[in-house]
Every structure is written in structure tokens, then in C-alpha cells.
């Protein structure tokens, strides 16, 4: 309601500022300002002489998860203190609510998922070599990874939203081939030499240059996505890049020392061995 300043660009809650004497007067004047503009409230009020119902709609410049719940406590604990109080009760609706619900689904689901698709590709391994260990010892850099994925976007300040949900699970079938490769590569060069040494020098001049070359150019490929000014693109530029090298790292690195240190009976178990 405007008296001519901008002062009085708020809900009549004071009858002495309209120079009313009480409330009833000062719903009346409500009243005739509904009547008013009553051609612009109807998709706003249910009734036009005494609403039971009130529409309110919040625009917000930013639509992360963190932001959509900030709004959303704040105006609960007004609620809580003003509206509350009257008898009336509020209910949050919209596409910002339905996008906070499908952010709390996914990532709540989220350790399930990985631990699920880790569980799978630990079987699917596990058929493979003929050997659970060898599957164990397969999935060891990509579980490596994705506590690495986590911690960078803790650092970065990375919100865990549908986007980065997504990634952290399709993490496991990029960077899974790396480890494949060096496991098979490490096992027929083991069996060539009979050496832990020469099993490793000989995987990482050939196996690990090709896994190297790969890693380089694909990640610079999705490197030009840190570069979108749409931030889910610029966000998955850098966790699809962190997990490439990560897990060509751990698999490059990690797993011909586990295989000297262990040293693992399925290295030396030949195909007809197992049969």
C-alpha cells in the first residue's frame, strides 16, 4: 500500500500509521486495496473480500542446493514466530522444491550407488582373472579416486548436488580401465620374467605410455569445460579431470608395489592351471 512515499510499500500491520484507530478499520482499508487490484491478485488469493489463502512467490538469483535451503530455514523460522501464531500454516511448493527434493534423493542414495557399482565391477573382475584377490586388488586405485574426487570438492567448496552425484559414480567406469590394463599387462609380463622388477619396467614402458597418452588427451578435452561460464559444465571439467589422472596415478604406481609386496598367487597361476 503507497501513501505517496515508498515507506508504505508493506502489509498494513499498524492501524495509527494509516491513521485508523483499530484493527477493524484497518481491515477494511485491506480490504478496499484487494477490491483495488483485485484484476492482479487472483492467481495471488484465493477470495478477494477475506483470503484464506496466499500465494507467495520468492526468485532467487541463486539456485544451488545450500541457497534453496538457506530461503527456505529463514522463512520457516518467520513462519514459526509470525504466521504460525494467527492459525494459518505454510507449505512450500515449486521448482525449486522439487529440485531440492531430487538433490536430497540422489545424494542420499549416493554412497549406495558407488558402493553398489563397486561391488559389480569387483565381480565382473573377479570372473575375469579367476581370482577374488585379483578383482580386489583391480578396484583398489578407483576407490582411491573417488576419496580424492570427494576431497577436492570439499576443498573447492564443491556442493554434493545431482551434477557431481552423477560423476562420482560414472567415475568408476573411467577410470576402472586404467587398473584393468595395468593388472593384465603386469600378470603376462610377470609370467614372461618371473620378476617383480622387470614386470613393472616392462609395464610402465608400454602399457603405462599408452595410459599416459590417453589420459593427457582426453582430460584436456574435458578440460575446456572448467572454461563454461554454466557452472554444472565447469564443475564436471574438473571432477572428470581429477579422476582421469587420479586414477592412472594410483593404478601406474600403487599397483606394482602392492604386487611386490604381496605378491599375489594369480600372478603366477597360468589359464590351464586354472582349469
Known sequence: IMQGSSDFYEIPAEPERYGLTDEAGLKRLIAQYLLLYSGNLSSLIDRMDS????KVTIQLADGSPESIRGVRQTVMEYSE??????????????????????NDLITRSQLLSIGFALGFVLVVLWITYRSFTAGLFTI???????????????????????????IASIAIGIGIDYSIHVVSAYIREYRKTNSHSGAAQNTLALTGRAILYNVVSVALGFAILVFSVFTPLNTAGILIGVIMFTSSFFALTLLPVLFAVFNPKFLTVTERQKI
Open 51 to 54: 483470503p484464506l489463502r496466499l
Open 81 to 102: 514466530q509470525h504466521i504460525e501464531p494467527l492459525g494459518f500454516s505454510l507449505r512450500f511448493t515449486g521448482l525449486a522444491e522439487e529440485m531440492l527434493a531430487m
Open 140 to 166: 583398489i586405485p578407483i576407490a582411491l579416486s573417488l576419496l580424492l574426487n570427494f576431497a577436492v570438492m570439499g576443498f573447492l567448496r564443491i556442493p554434493l548436488d545431482i551434477v557431481t552425484a552423477l
